[in-house]
Every structure is written in C-alpha cells, then in structure tokens.
C-alpha cells in the first residue's frame, strides 16, 4: 500500500462562514442543526450518507466516506456570514419559505443566534437589491473592505473558539465579468483595491479577505470570484484551497447525468432546449440581464464539454442548446424546470425526450454546501492547496487549470472525488477491471 498523505486530525471547532445568508445558506445551516439533534437527515450529502469501495469486490470493505477520511462532525460546526439586510437566521429562513415552520421553529433559539455581519456591498454588481445593513462609506477604499472583512474573520474565529475556518460564497450572483489586467497578479489586485477598480466586486473582496486569512474559499455562484490568477497566486502563496464555480442543482444536474447516457450510447442529439421558473430572491438577482449572463454562461459549456463535438462531429456537431430562466414570484423556491432533448439514433431517426423537474433549488443545493464545508477543510489540512478538481462534482462550472478542459461528466466527476480520496488514504485506485482478463 502507498504511503498516505499526511492530514492533520480536525479537531476543535470548524467555523463555517457564509458570505450571503438567504435561502441557500439557511437551508443549510437548519439542516444540520435539526440533523445533529435527530430530528432530519442530510439527503443529498455525500460526507453523510456515500460509501466507498476499497480494494478488490471480494475484500468486501465498503466504509462510509465519513468513516473513511478524517472529516470535521456535524456537532464541530459553528455557523457565520454576512449579508446586506440585517435578518437573523431564523427570519431569513422564514422569509426564504423554503423549510416548513416546524422545521425552523424546532431550532428556533439556535437560528436566532446566527447573525450576519453586516456586508461589503457596492451596488453595481447586483442591481435587483438595495441592501441596507453594509460596512460601505465612501470615504473608504476597497481595501479597507477588505481589511474590514478581515478583522471580522478574526474576530469571528476568536469570539467562537474556533480552531479552523472554511467559506463558502452564497450571496447573490454578481454582473458578469471578464478577468481583466487587474486579475492577473497579487500586485496588480492589490493596487486595484486601494483605487477602487471597478472590475473588482463584492465577492473577489470577500475572497481575498478569507485567503488572507487563511481561510479555504469556495464559490457557489457563478461570478469570477476565486476563478482568475490573481487569487490562484495568492491560494498557492498562503497554501490554501480555493474550488467553484456555481452549485450543480437542478436543471444543469440533470444535464450532466442524462448527456453522459447518450453519449455513452453514441446517441445523436440536434437540441436542447432548457426553461425555468422561480420566484425566490435568486430568481429576482437573475431578471437583471447582466446578473443572469453569468448563469447563462456557466450552463451553456456544460454540453460542449460533455459531448465533444470536434471530436463527434456527426452526432454533436450542431445542436442548438438554448436556456432561459424566468422569474415567476408565485412558485417561491419551488422552481419549475422544463427539458426538450432532440436526439437521433440508427440512420438519423429523430426522437424526443421530455424532463419535467419540480425541484427545489434550496434543498438539492444544502448538501453540497455541507460537502464542500467538510472537504474544503479535510483538503486544507492534506496541505491541498490551489484549485480542487476533485470537486467538480459539486458545480456547474468546475475550475480547472489553465491548460485543461473543465471536467462536466457526474460520473467521472464522481470517480474522480472518490479516487482522490482513496488516493489521500494511501489505498488502491480503482480500475473496475475485472477478473476475466487474469484469473
Ligand atoms: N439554490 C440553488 O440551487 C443554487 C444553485 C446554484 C447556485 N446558486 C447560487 O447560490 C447563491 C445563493 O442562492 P440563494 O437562493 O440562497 O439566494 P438568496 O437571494 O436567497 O440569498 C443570497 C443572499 O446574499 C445576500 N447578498 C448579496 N450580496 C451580498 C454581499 N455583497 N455580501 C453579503 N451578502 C450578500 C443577499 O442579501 C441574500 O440574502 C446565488 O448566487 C445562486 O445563484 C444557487
């Protein structure tokens, strides 16, 4: 057997800080509350509920992933963040609507607890919302946002008795930005902070401030945030991992677990036609045309990657892949997706499959902002640092390096998470070759 990687034990308090407390987050947080006093169970969680097979099948050695690596518990977790309205946690998961009264109302006191910090918030950059509860003054740079946010962190650490951090961005997707000469360098950033460069928003100050920090950062929106050189530099310089972009929930999970299918099948497809409705605050941010463009991109490289048309181009060389994404107040976060494949199979016959999802975003994305709190603080103790491939799994648009493509295929992306885990503990990677070929 391989050496392990050596990972320090995650004793002590985890602080998990939220940039962002709506509906995503406080999903979340009630869902551990209630499961750590028994009273709901974490569906949807890997750490929680996935296996891991070791070694050969007929080891018969199939621990749960918990068991496996050593992770932080649910009862080590203390919950904090920021956000721009000054609701606790209680009353923004009441105004969320996405946990039932009984849920909420069983961990009431707990949820009261939870207070946000007040936010850094320059407007520009989510144009549907009017924050009120901010740290802003315009006789202050970025920097000193940054600086402030710093000092939050600290004092968040300290006054909890924490022993480690891990963030996971929840706020609200940012207008789309293209990485500009200010993201390219650790000085460059810098400099841009102190004179107030447009092309850095709310969500890159709260990121270089956990970095900083040392805090590992992960993204749950689509925006740049840790996805541009400047914070792969500052990652690699403080030794801390940084992973995103976007929670892999609704519509695109479906997409990344159907496309891999036909394309396994050397199935054709000629469109894809994907609409949603939603009514919650997210949906809100996303009725702004520029809010909505990182979304818009973040969905649209799901297929190309998948299905690699340069490579197929008789099967996937012209499909028209289309998404829209409607703000519907009534439905709340019980979105509505609907899916129109048009695919073809022997001799070009067309065929059509139809997905009619009624999710809720909220619930399918909790789990993966506990997975991501666990693994995020497991990868900074094995002195993972930079960007975690491993961790495509969890989003829409998976960080890559440079001069690599992003990993889109659940499937592989499941293996890929599994293996480094098992790779982590120093056991076998799994081949599924089978004895046929040596008995
Ligand atoms: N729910 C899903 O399935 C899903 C999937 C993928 C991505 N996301 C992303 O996750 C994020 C959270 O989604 P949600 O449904 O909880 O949205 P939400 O609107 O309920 O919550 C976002 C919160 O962020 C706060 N916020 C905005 N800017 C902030 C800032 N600068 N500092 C601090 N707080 C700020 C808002 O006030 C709000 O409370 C969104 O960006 C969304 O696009 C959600």
């Not at 499909?319 to 494949?341: M, Q, S």
Request: with cysteine.
């Amino acid at each position: 057997m391989r050496q392990p990687v050596k990972i320090k034990s995650p004793e002590g308090k985890l602080g998990v800080l939220l940039p962002g407390m709506g509906a995503v987050a406080t999903t979340f947080i009630a869902g551990c509350m209630l499961a750590r006093k028994g009273l709901g169970k974490p569906f949807g969680s890997l750490t929680q509920l996935g296996t891991i097979r070791l070694g050969k099948r007929t080891d018969k050695r199939t621990p749960y992933l918990r068991d496996f690596v050593p992770l932080a518990g649910l009862d080590q977790l203390v919950f904090g963040g920021w956000d721009i309205f000054p609701d606790d946690a209680y009353e923004s998961a009441a105004h969320a609507e996405v946990l039932e009264r009984r849920h909420i109302d069983a961990i009431k006191e707990e949820l009261d607890a939870v207070k946000p910090m007040k936010g850094v918030f320059y407007p520009e950059y989510v144009k549907k919302l009017h924050g009120t509860y901010t740290k802003n003054d315009p006789s202050k740079s970025k920097a000193d946002m940054v600086e402030a946010l710093r000092e939050d962190i600290r004092n968040f650490k300290r006054d909890n008795g924490c022993s480690r951090l891990v963030a996971v961005w929840c706020g609200s997707t940012e207008v789309y930005i293209e990485p500009s000469a200010v993201h390219q360098s650790i000085d460059a950033f810098e400099k841009g902070l102190k004179n107030n460069d447009p092309a850095i928003s709310n969500s890159q100050m709260y990121a270089w401030a956990c970095l900083k920090e040392g805090v590992p950062y992960a993204n749950g929106a689509p925006h740049l945030s840790v996805d541009c050189p400047a914070t792969w530099q500052l990652a690699k310089e403080m030794c801390m991992p940084v992973a995103g972009k976007d929670f892999k929930t609704g519509q695109t999970l479906m997409k990344t677990i159907l496309a891999p299918g036909l394309k396994a099948r050397m199935l054709g497809l000629s469109g894809w036609f994907s609409t949603n409705i939603l009514g919650n605050r997210d949906g809100e941010v996303l009725d702004d045309p520029e809010s909505f463009k990182s979304k818009e991109v973040s969905k649209l490289g799901v297929l190309q990657h998948i299905l690699q048309p340069d490579v197929y181009p008789d099967l996937y060389g012209s499909i028209y892949h289309k998404v829209r994404i409607e703000y519907y107040p009534p439905r709340g976060d019980a979105k509505e997706g609907w899916d129109n494949l048009d695919i073809f199979g022997w001799l070009g016959y067309p065929m059509q499959i139809k997905v009619n999802f009624l999710c809720r975003d909220s619930i399918l994305a909790a789990p993966i902002v506990l997975d991501l709190a666990l693994l995020m603080d497991l990868a900074q103790r094995a002195s993972f640092h930079g960007t975690q491939e491993w961790l495509s799994f969890y989003f829409k648009s998976p960080m890559h390096a440079p001069d690599l493509y992003p990993e889109h295929d659940l499937f592989i992306q499941s293996m890929k998470l599994k293996n480094t885990l098992r790779w982590m503990m120093g056991e076998e990677l799994i081949t599924h070759l089978g004895n046929e070929y040596y008995d």
